[in-house]
């Protein structure tokens, strides 16, 4: 880091060719003939200024993922994650998913030419099931939950000596994702906003985001040093971060019997359930469960005021925002942004039950 200070100039990297990767520097493949690309990553930060003044918010904002290849955020840790395994002469990848992780894995390993293999629970949507085999990936469904394709696909990993991309048992899906929090920054004139709301299934994107903090601050990049609260935001069908929050615990308990018209959600356990803790705890943040008929009103309240189709993740930050105003957790002034993770458009099948 100490390097990167004297050697990388913050306002020079505004300069560069857009995407993610003129953020090279700060991420981990060494060799850029290694990088797999589809033009992830800058996307946009949009005022939301009708939903603001109906919630009495002066400065609302949403981070929308999903222009990003493959339709959601996935795409920036699964690039990274790709470019590195390529860079390491790594041929066969492997990943358990709830979804979009599945398809952005296919479509990076397709462009680097390596073999995928993606473990997915039978009921994930459609369009992530079509997406990861036009790809050329080999999809095995399961059934039951993306905990029950993880530890089939670990088995399968050791047996057979594949390369596991699961969440958090590599260290490179993290630093893709944090590139999120580079952008915040640059977009705010390198200030960061009072509240970030989150959608948190494995967590990559909050704990990456919370490293980036660190990292500007490091580097002396931020005008002001002053860190968000975090929000962490579940569906009440699977909230295991919510409830272990507001317990006190350090770790969450697996949630039984999860579900929620929110795929990405619906993960009974993250393997990195401290850190999500201790990063939300360390931001003086919150954890929110909302219902999914909460979840796919703010995505219709979203797309008709907005015209923003989020992804049920996503509009499940503007429900989880309603009820932080309600207990006057926020104020009218603050600067808030709320993720969109993905695009409504992947999710059209489980969308049309309500």
Request: glycine share 10%.
């Amino acid at each position: 880091m100490n390097a990167a200070r004297k050697e990388v100039d913050r306002d020079e990297i505004h300069t560069r060719p857009k995407g993610m990767w003129r953020w090279h520097e700060m991420l981990p493949v060494q060799d850029p003939e290694y990088i797999v690309s589809l033009g992830e990553g800058d996307t946009s930060l949009l005022r939301i200024p009708r939903v603001g003044k109906e919630f009495g918010l002066a400065d609302l904002w949403v981070k929308d993922e999903s222009s990003n290849p493959t339709g959601s955020f996935k795409a920036r840790g699964l690039c990274t994650a790709v470019s590195r395994a390529k860079e390491l002469g790594l041929k066969k990848i492997i990943i358990p998913t709830a979804g979009n992780a599945g398809g952005a894995m296919a479509a990076y390993a397709a462009r680097a030419g390596l073999q995928a293999l993606i473990y997915m629970p039978k009921d994930t949507p459609s369009a992530n099931i079509q997406e990861s085999r036009i790809a050329g990936a080999q999809v095995i469904l399961v059934e039951g939950l993306i905990s029950d394709a993880a530890g089939m696909a670990e088995v399968k990993a050791r047996e057979e000596g594949w390369f596991d991309l699961s969440t958090f048992k590599e260290p490179y899906r993290v630093e893709g994702k944090k590139i999120m929090g580079y952008e915040l920054a640059e977009a705010l004139n390198w200030t960061l906003p009072d509240v970030i709301l989150y959608p948190t299934g494995g967590g990559t994107g909050l704990v990456g985001m919370w490293k980036a903090f660190a990292e500007m601050e490091a580097l002396g990049w931020l005008e002001e040093p002053k860190r968000p609260r975090m929000v962490s935001v579940q569906a009440q069908g699977c909230a295991p971060i919510p409830k272990a929050f507001h317990a006190g615990a350090a770790f969450c308990d697996f949630w039984p019997g999860a579900q929620t018209v929110a795929s990405g959600l619906r993960v009974p356990k993250s393997f990195a359930d401290r850190i999500i803790l201790a990063n939300i705890r360390a931001s003086n943040g919150t954890a929110v469960a909302v219902s999914d008929e909460a979840l796919i009103n703010a995505q219709k309240k979203l797309a008709a005021m907005e015209g923003i189709f989020a992804a049920p993740e996503g509009a499940a930050c503007l429900a989880a925002l309603e009820e932080l105003i309600k207990q006057d957790w926020v104020k009218p002034d603050e600067r808030i942004v709320l993720f969109n993770t993905g695009s409504g458009l992947k999710y059209l099948d489980p969308i049309a039950r309500y």
